[in-house]
């Protein structure tokens, strides 16, 4: 669950990130964030994996206030929540199966939940065939899934996936869309933020827009635009 | 294991630099060695000058054998003496031509020593900083006639001692943070390489000491190597050193590298690993502000 109350957050150079938003987001949900550039979109992300603080306001978290979290207990809220970049952010010297078991790797993970995990989520993106291979070798399509299954291995929560379809060609992008809502359909949190009108069009999927920092459409079932303000 | 896995391939795959640094360390661990034991031997030269600047109370002339021994006991008695000796005037008569040497003392062979020197107590003070509350003390003991006090020689020993001393240890510490400026940069390298793994641990949910012991292990082994190196190049040279200034410094004797090792080697070691450990802590702090 994230909740995100009276949240306000300004930026060392004065600039206003959010102003008063509110809303929640229940487990199992799929959500939209919408909205141009500078909205307030990734300052929202930034909310939830804990890089940033709000000015003023909460922001709850799996239960967790983020905003009152030590520095120290950052690291175990942040195992509760994947994290899906536009950019991939894979290793490139590590091959498909070395950048998941990573990610287990580091929160120490025992060796044999490792090797029975790994394996599971690879076959769950559909690259049990690609286990071996480098980043390089893959396709945009095949490392964004790479990228799905390392925010997934640590089973979290909430997967907050930031434009993962922004580098994509729209066949890809409506792949990768594919495995995100099988993912939901397992019943895990989704929160994905996207400039891409086809794919939260298609989705009919809880849609929160944001403008100027300020929430000015939350839509149970909405499209990428809609004339529908809170 | 993971740790050490990672620091070592790291250390492995910026060979060059990693090689620069532990030359660089080296070198200012030597340079760090070599004013310890500079320091070491300009203290041990201090004590040797300054337990050679005794306070002499000379003994009334009337005074009888048992009032000398009475004397000698009421001195040894003061405080701030750490040692007092009785010299009789014939072993004072002696001293004297020992210390003018054979070439003059011939001139006084005709000479009866007990009618021209002063029987005295020689006295070695603890703290040389307090010798003329020991003067004072000496001076009203009954039968002593004069005592005399070299201070000012004390004095400028421990002057000059204390500037070398303090001199060094200002060289010490430049030496110091060189050093742990040197182990940052190379660590720096080292996590920009590795920036996007950092990243990405951050947001998996890896601890900051998880991620920041890599680093660390990786400034610690530099720190050591480099800290290694510097003590094989004192240990040979130190001895040989010793040896050739002993032709210069007869009146002195410095220490032995045997007896300066643990120290030395020990705070060699020590602050390699502080060094290398302070490094690159610095060196990755601001990258854990994810």
């Known amino acids: 669950m994230i909740e995100f109350r009276d949240v306000t957050v300004i930026y060392d150079n004065d600039i206003i990130g959010l102003e008063n938003v509110s809303f929640k987001i229940n487990d199992g949900d799929f959500v939209f964030l919408v909205g141009k550039t500078g909205a307030g979109k990734s300052s929202a992300v930034k909310l939830i994996t804990g890089e940033i603080k709000p000015y003023t306001g909460d922001v709850i978290v799996n239960g967790v206030t983020v905003n009152t979290l030590k520095k120290r207990k950052l690291p175990y809220l942040r195992r509760s929540v994947g994290v899906v970049f536009q950019d991939f952010r894979l290793l490139p010297n590590k091959t498909v199966y070395e950048n998941v078991a990573f990610a287990m790797e580091v929160v120490r993970a025992k060796k044999r939940e490792i090797r029975r995990k790994v394996p599971m989520i690879l076959s769950l993106v559909g690259l049990s065939d690609r286990a071996k291979n480098y980043p390089n070798e893959l396709s945009g399509g095949e490392q964004q899934r790479v990228c799905i299954a390392r925010a997934l291995v640590n089973s979290p929560a909430i997967v907050v996936a930031d434009e993962p379809t922004g580098n994509l060609d729209m066949e890809t992008a409506e792949e990768i869309m594919r495995l995100l809502m099988e993912i939901n359909r397992m019943g895990t949190t989704i929160v994905m933020v996207t400039h891409s009108t086809k794919i939260v069009d298609d989705a009919h999927r809880r849609v929160i827009q944001l403008e100027s920092g300020v929430v000015v459409r939350d839509e149970k079932e909405g499209g990428y635009n809609s004339d529908v303000l809170v | ?290």
Do not use: W
């Not at chain 2, 070592?8 to 090689?19: D, Q």
């Not at chain 2, 009032?67 to 007092?84: F, T």
């Not at chain 2, 002057?159 to 943070?177: E, H, N, R």
């Open chain 2, 1 to 290: 294991m993971y740790s050490f896995k990672t620091a070592m391939s790291s250390l492995g795959r910026n060979a060059v630099m990693t090689a620069a640094s532990v030359v660089t360390i080296a070198c200012c661990l030597f340079l760090f060695g070599v004013f310890l034991l500079f320091a070491f031997n300009i203290n041990y030269i201090g004590e040797q000058i300054s337990s050679q600047c005794e306070i002499q109370a000379f003994i009334e002339d009337t005074v009888s054998s048992g009032g000398e021994e009475r004397i000698l006991k009421e001195i040894s008695a003061l405080p701030n003496v750490k040692y007092a000796e009785f010299e009789s005037k014939e072993q004072a008569f002696e001293n004297y031509k020992k210390e003018l040497g054979s070439e003059y003392s011939e001139n006084f062979s005709s000479l009866d020593g007990s009618d021209i020197l002063r029987s005295s107590v020689k006295i070695t003070p603890e703290d040389l900083t307090r010798t003329g509350e020991l003067e004072e003390a000496a001076a009203k003991v009954r039968g002593v006639a004069r005592v005399v006090n070299r201070e000012d020689i004390i004095r400028r020993v421990v002057s000059v001692t204390d500037v070398i001393k303090i001199g060094s240890l200002i060289a010490m510490l430049i030496l110091l943070i060189t050093a742990v400026f040197i182990i940052q940069n190379t660590i720096k390298l080292s996590v920009h390489a590795r920036e996007d793994e950092i990243h990405i641990m951050k947001f998996v949910g890896a601890t900051d000491g998880f991620i920041r012991r890599p680093f660390v292990l990786e400034g610690v082994i530099v720190g050591i190597i480099g800290a290694m190196a510097a003590i094989i190049v004192i240990a040979f040279g130190y001895n040989a050193a010793v040896g050739q200034a002993a032709e210069f410094l007869d009146l002195f004797e410095l220490y032995s590298f045997s007896q300066l090792a643990i120290p030395v080697c020990g705070g060699l070691l020590l602050f390699g690993i502080i060094m290398g450990n302070v490094g690159s802590r610095t060196a990755i702090r601001r990258h854990l502000k994810v």
